[in-house]
C-alpha cells in the first residue's frame, strides 16, 4: 500500500472557485487520499458545493462558526487528517493532475527528505494563464537539500505545491498562530531540521486576484512592522543558532528587503510621503544599496515627477520581473 495522503483545504466564501479546485483533486493520477475541508464560517454555498465532490472523493468537513483564521483552520486540518502525509491546496487553486504522483514518488525515493515542493503556474481570475512556469520566467533558484540558509533569503516555495511526511508537524508542531505569514514560517522550520526537496516540473496553479489576504497596500500602515520581518525575528528567536551561521549583515539585508516592498507598494500607489517611511528603514539596515537610495529620493519629486518616477519604476520592475530579477515571488 502506498501512504495515504491527506488534503488540507481551508475555505471561507469559497463558492466561486472551489469546484476548479475539488475537480483538480478528482483528476490527481494518484489514488490513496482524503480531502479535510476546513470551512472558516463561510456563509455563501460552500458547503453545498463541497457536498457535490462527495461520491468522487474521501472527504472530511470541519466547521467553524466563526472565522478563526487560515493558520487555525489550517492547524485543525492537520489534526483532523489521518493521512501519512500532507498536502494544502487554497480553494482558488488548481492542481495538475500528475501533481500527487509525482510528489508522493520523490518522497518514497528519497526517505531523508521531509518535504518536498515543484514548479507552479499563476494565472488570472478567470484561469488563464498569466506564467506558464514561475521557474523559468524568473529565473528563481530553486535548491534541494538543507536550503535553510537559502530559503531565510528568499522565500521561493509557494504552498500549494508542498509535499510533506506527517513526521513534520509531529516533531515541531502546526503553523504558528500568532504569525500572519504562517507557511513562510513553517517551511523555515521544516527546513531547520529537515531536507526539502525541488522536483523542477510545472505540477500546480496557483490563481492572482485582488481578494487576497498577500495583495493590496492601500491602507497598510508604514510604521507597524512587515510581516515577513515578523517572520524572520520568530526564527530567530526560536533557533538563536541561525543568527550566528548568517551574520547580522545577512539578516540586516533581508529584513531590509520587506521594508522596501512595503515602501514600494505605497509608492506605486501614489502614497508618495508616506512610502518614505518604510524606505527610509530599509536604507538604515542596507544604507548602499542604490535601488533603495533612487526610489527615497523619488519620494521627494513633486506630484508631476512622482508620476513619472512611478511610470519608470513599473517599467523597470516588469523587465527585472521578465528577466528573473523581479520582487519577491508568490509567497501565499
Known amino acids: 500500500m502506498r501512504p495515504k495522503v491527506s488534503v488540507i483545504m481551508p475555505v471561507l466564501n469559497g463558492e466561486r472557485f472551489i469546484d476548479e479546485a475539488l475537480a483538480s483533486i478528482v483528476r490527481q493520477q494518484y489514488a490513496n487520499l482524503e480531502l479535510v475541508v476546513v470551512d472558516d464560517g463561510s456563509t455563501d454555498t460552500t458547503a453545498a458545493h463541497v457536498d457535490r465532490f462527495r461520491p468522487q472523493l474521501d472527504i472530511r468537513y470541519v466547521r467553524h462558526e466563526s472565522c478563526r483564521g487560515v493558520a487555525r483552520s489550517v492547524n485543525d486540518g492537520i489534526r483532523a487528517a489521518t493521512g501519512d502525509l500532507i498536502s494544502f491546496l487554497d480553494h482558488d487553486d488548481a492542481w495538475l493532475p500528475r501533481f500527487l504522483e509525482t510528489q508522493v514518488a520523490h518522497l518514497e525515493a528519497h526517505p531523508d527528505v521531509g518535504m518536498v515542493h515543484c514548479d507552479f503556474?499563476?494565472?488570472?481570475?478567470?484561469?488563464?494563464?498569466?506564467?506558464?512556469?514561475?521557474?523559468?520566467?524568473?529565473?528563481?533558484?530553486?535548491?534541494?537539500?538543507?536550503?535553510?540558509?537559502?530559503?531565510?533569503?528568499?522565500?521561493?516555495?509557494?504552498?500549494?505545491?508542498?509535499?510533506?511526511r506527517r513526521e513534520c508537524f509531529e516533531r515541531l508542531g502546526g503553523f504558528d498562530e500568532n504569525v500572519r505569514w504562517g507557511d513562510y514560517h513553517m517551511w523555515l522550520k521544516i527546513a531547520r531540521h529537515y531536507k526539502i526537496d525541488y522536483v523542477d516540473a510545472v505540477l500546480t496553479q496557483y490563481r492572482q486576484h485582488g481578494t487576497q489576504s498577500t495583495r493590496g497596500a492601500a491602507s497598510e500602515d508604514?510604521?507597524?512592522?512587515?510581516?515577513?520581518?515578523?517572520?524572520?525575528?520568530?526564527?530567530?528567536?526560536?533557533?538563536?543558532?541561525?543568527?550566528?551561521?548568517?551574520?547580522?549583515?545577512?539578516?540586516?539585508?533581508?529584513?531590509?528587503?520587506?521594508?522596501?516592498?512595503?515602501?514600494?507598494?505605497?509608492?506605486?500607489?501614489?502614497?508618495?510621503?508616506?512610502?518614505?517611511?518604510?524606505?527610509?528603514?530599509?536604507?538604515?539596515l542596507w544604507p548602499t544599496n542604490p535601488r533603495y537610495l533612487s526610489l527615497y529620493a523619488a519620494t521627494y519629486l513633486g506630484a508631476s515627477g512622482g508620476r513619472v518616477a512611478r511610470d519608470m519604476w513599473r517599467r523597470v520592475r516588469g523587465t527585472r520581473a521578465a528577466a528573473g530579477g523581479g520582487i519577491r515571488g508568490v509567497t501565499q
Open 121 to 164: 503556474q499563476t494565472m488570472d481570475v478567470n484561469g488563464e494563464i498569466i506564467e506558464a512556469s514561475v521557474a523559468a520566467a524568473r529565473a528563481r533558484r530553486r535548491p534541494s537539500g538543507y536550503v535553510f540558509p537559502l530559503l531565510f533569503q528568499d522565500s521561493f516555495i509557494v504552498g500549494n505545491s508542498v509535499l510533506i
Open 222 to 284: 508604514p510604521n507597524a512592522i512587515p510581516v515577513g520581518v515578523d517572520v524572520i525575528t520568530s526564527i530567530l528567536e526560536l533557533y538563536p543558532a541561525a543568527r550566528r551561521e548568517l551574520g547580522q549583515r545577512a539578516i540586516d539585508r533581508r529584513m531590509a528587503v520587506f521594508y522596501f516592498d512595503r515602501g514600494y507598494r505605497l509608492f506605486n500607489l501614489g502614497n508618495t510621503p508616506v512610502a518614505r517611511t518604510p524606505l527610509a528603514r530599509a536604507l538604515r
